[in-house]
């Protein structure tokens, strides 16, 4: 094979991948796809910012990777970083106690009201949940 046949075999393969790559079932395509869905991923599991609020409110609480909780407080503000599967400045709410083994989350991100408690997030977390309240652990409300 002379240098010009392997110059128009290249072209014809990357002319073939260029037109296989603008249909919908695609590798790039998917690998696209399964990319963005682990950076929605990521959100999902990072809550890091900070919260600002018009009253003076005081809140010192740590998730435990679900597990439980430990601390508490309530704070009815802004949030700002990554939080509720977002990143930017937005309106947030958590009202959440914990001790141990068993700790009780109330959230909202976003659109919500603070006296619809169909609009906030609840849970109970930890094995204390899981044995005495088994239904709490899942999420109720909108989040």
Not at 19 to 38: E, H, I, P
Not at 91 to 119: C, K, M, P, Q
């Given at each position: 094979?002379?240098?010009?046949?392997?110059?128009?075999?290249?072209?014809?393969?990357?002319?073939?991948?260029?037109?296989?790559?603008?249909?919908?079932?695609?590798?790039?395509?998917?690998?696209?796809?399964?990319?963005?869905?682990?950076?929605?991923?990521?959100?999902?599991?990072?809550?890091?910012?900070?919260?600002?609020?018009?009253?003076?409110?005081?809140?010192?609480?740590?998730?435990?990777?679900?597990?439980?909780?430990?601390?508490?407080?309530?704070?009815?503000?802004?949030?700002?970083?990554?939080?509720?599967?977002?990143?930017?400045?937005?309106?947030?709410?958590?009202?959440?106690?914990?001790?141990?083994?068993?700790?009780?989350?109330?959230?909202?991100?976003?659109?919500?009201?603070?006296?619809?408690?169909?609009?906030?997030?609840?849970?109970?977390?930890?094995?204390?949940?899981?044995?005495?309240?088994?239904?709490?652990?899942?999420?109720?409300?909108?989040a």
């Amino acid at each position: 094979m002379g240098h010009g046949a392997l110059w128009r075999l290249g072209l014809a393969l990357a002319l073939a991948a260029t037109l296989l790559s603008l249909q919908g079932c695609t590798f790039v395509r998917k690998a696209w796809v399964y990319s963005n869905d682990r950076v929605r991923d990521g959100l999902d599991m990072v809550d890091l910012g900070m919260t600002v609020s018009i009253r003076p409110s005081l809140s010192a609480y740590a998730c435990l990777l679900g597990l439980g909780g430990l601390g508490g407080g309530t704070v009815n503000g802004y949030f700002v970083g990554i939080g509720g599967s977002r990143i930017g400045i937005f309106r947030h709410y958590h009202s959440n106690i914990g001790i141990g083994l068993y700790a009780y989350e109330v959230n909202g991100w976003g659109d919500f009201d603070v006296r619809d408690r169909d609009t906030l997030a609840r849970r109970s977390r930890g094995p204390i949940a899981w044995l005495f309240f088994p239904g709490s652990t899942k999420c109720k409300g909108n989040a």
